[in-house]
């Protein structure tokens, strides 16, 4: 077992979105035009380039562990699940009640952190503990959200939640509201072990392995793999690629192309047509994200071939193209459902209850056998499956769904 300051470390490098993290920011230099990291040379072999700086083994070792492991909570609530809990007391935290929460939000820049958003306001009204919600959005700029946490440690919070934006810039002024005020960070990492609790999914490496893997075992040996990426130097980004790389150079597969599409539908299916055009046919297509997935799939339609394996995610637009062309797929999930974690994290610290250092999330993958569970008929084309939303007040209609 890695020591805490170790894994939170480690997590800094693991938390985000998902997935959904087109308009993310990077504390990293961008990798070359080969996707391999500035300066390194491509391999030969396998054409999947350098392994990224942000790969670290025992991180690696860690997740594809707990992709094993048994998580421990209610069966029916995966938010209050957690896998390996190292538990931390709070009794310095405690303090009646009502309470007043504050929050500081990257962005809502995306679906997938919209519709987290809505996830965790439903979570915040279920309980009448909790008088007033706070909550700043920094649009995605790091500079605003350092100003937000200023903010928000003058307002009388009694915690302090933060999806940060970038992990390294944010790193100082979490820091600095530690002292002040308990904090809960998820999502994204920091480079500080002193929030009380950092609640993330497994990580980016399970992601990327769960997708790679699935091509591995579904495609002929020498069969051409296309890789596509949406932003470098984006920490859960990386691990995603970094998981794939480890499955892909260990196969008989042959990586033809490592590209990036700022995840963007018209550019995701241009890269797409130009490699088939390339190379005749693709034989899988591996994705650090989803949101693109059907746009890459529509590609090889308008081509007039079919469809090879491919990797997308939870969001409802890939799983209906999923079960309407009948397609050789996997989903791997950054689940929307860790957005309520933080709210019930907080109330737990505030009433003195013990809580994990790091509180890793189950992270299940949407296959064949349980696609037809995830697809939610009446749900809205960006509509992230694993919400955890369907028993709160306001579902579907809060979430764009009809009932």
Same mark, same amino acid.
């Given at each position: 077992?890695l020591?805490?300051?170790r894994?939170?470390?480690?997590?800094a490098?693991?938390a985000?979105?998902?997935?959904?993290?087109?308009?993310c920011?990077?504390?990293?230099p961008?990798?070359?035009?080969?996707?391999a990291?500035a300066g390194?040379?491509?391999?030969?072999?396998?054409?999947t380039?350098?392994?990224?700086?942000?790969?670290?083994? =025992?991180?690696?070792?860690?997740?594809m562990?707990?992709?094993?492991?048994?998580?421990t909570?209610p069966?029916?609530k995966?938010?209050?699940?957690?896998?390996?809990?190292?538990l931390?007391?709070?009794?310095?935290?405690?303090?009646a009640g009502?309470?007043?929460l504050c929050f500081?939000?990257?962005a809502?820049?995306?679906?997938?952190?919209?519709?987290?958003?809505?996830?965790?306001?439903?979570?915040?009204?279920l309980?009448?503990?909790?008088t007033?919600?706070t909550?700043?959005? =920094?649009e995605?700029k790091?500079?605003?959200?350092?100003?937000?946490?200023a903010e928000l440690t003058?307002?009388?919070?009694? =915690?302090?939640?933060?999806?940060?934006?970038?992990t390294a810039?944010?790193?100082p002024?979490?820091s600095?509201?530690?002292?002040?005020?308990?904090v809960?960070?998820?999502?994204?990492?920091v480079q500080?072990?002193?929030?009380?609790t950092?609640i993330k999914?497994i990580g980016?490496?399970?992601f990327?392995?769960?997708?790679?893997e699935?091509?591995?075992?579904?495609?002929?040996?020498?069969g051409?793999?296309l890789?596509?990426?949406?932003?470098?130097?984006?920490d859960?980004l990386e691990?995603?690629?970094?998981?794939a790389?480890?499955?892909?150079d260990?196969?008989?597969?042959?990586?033809?192309?490592?590209?990036?599409?700022?995840?963007d539908?018209?550019k995701?299916?241009s890269?797409?047509?130009?490699y088939?055009?390339r190379y005749?046919?693709?034989d899988?297509?591996?994705?650090?994200?989803?949101?693109?997935?059907?746009?890459?799939?529509?590609?090889?339609?308008?081509a007039?071939?079919?469809?090879?394996?491919?990797?997308?995610?939870?969001?409802q637009?890939?799983?209906k193209?999923?079960?309407d062309?009948?397609?050789?797929a996997?989903a791997?999930?950054?689940p929307?459902?860790?957005?309520?974690?933080?709210?019930?994290a907080?109330?737990r610290?505030?009433?003195?209850?013990?809580?994990?250092?790091?509180?890793?999330?189950?992270?299940?993958?949407?296959?064949?056998?349980?696609l037809a569970?995830?697809?939610k008929?009446?749900?809205?084309?960006?509509h992230?499956?694993?919400?955890?939303c369907?028993?709160?007040?306001?579902y579907?209609?809060?979430?764009?769904?009809?009932?």
């Open positions: 077992m020591s805490y300051s894994r939170f470390l480690a997590a490098a693991l985000v979105l998902t997935l959904p993290v087109a308009a920011t990077s504390d990293k961008a990798p070359s035009a080969s996707g990291p390194s040379a491509a391999p030969a072999d396998k054409g380039g350098e392994q990224s700086k942000f790969f670290v083994q =025992a991180d690696y070792d860690a997740q562990a707990m992709r094993k492991a048994q998580p909570g069966s029916d995966p938010w209050e699940q957690t896998i390996d809990p190292q931390v007391d709070t009794a310095e935290h405690k303090k009502p309470y007043h500081s939000n990257a809502v820049d995306n679906p997938w952190r919209q519709v987290g958003w809505k996830t965790m306001q439903a979570e915040v009204a309980h009448k503990e909790i007033k919600f909550a700043l959005d =920094a995605g790091d500079d605003k959200q350092i100003s937000d946490i003058g307002k009388g919070c009694d =915690a302090l939640i933060v999806s940060p934006n970038t810039t944010l790193t002024a979490i600095g509201a530690c002292p002040k005020v308990p809960i960070v998820f999502d994204r990492g500080t072990d002193c929030p009380v950092f999914p980016g490496y399970a990327g392995a769960a997708a790679a699935f091509l591995v075992d579904k495609v002929p040996a020498g051409k793999i890789a596509l990426r949406i932003l470098p130097g984006v859960v691990t995603r690629w970094s998981a790389k480890v499955a892909f260990q196969s008989d597969l042959q990586v033809v192309g490592v590209e990036f599409t700022d995840g539908a018209a995701t299916k890269v797409v047509s130009d088939i055009q005749g046919k693709l899988g297509v591996w994705m650090d994200a989803g949101a693109t997935a059907v746009a890459a799939v529509e590609a090889f339609e308008d007039g071939q079919p469809v090879p394996p491919i990797n997308g995610e939870d969001q637009d890939f799983l193209k999923w079960s062309a009948k397609l050789t996997i791997p999930t950054y929307t459902y860790q957005w309520r974690t933080p709210v019930i907080a109330l610290i505030l009433k003195g209850e013990q809580v994990p250092k790091v509180w890793n999330l189950p992270q299940p993958a949407i296959t064949e056998e349980n569970t995830y697809l008929p009446g749900m809205p084309p960006l992230y499956a694993l919400c955890g369907e028993d709160l007040p306001g579907p209609e809060k979430w764009g769904g009809t009932s």
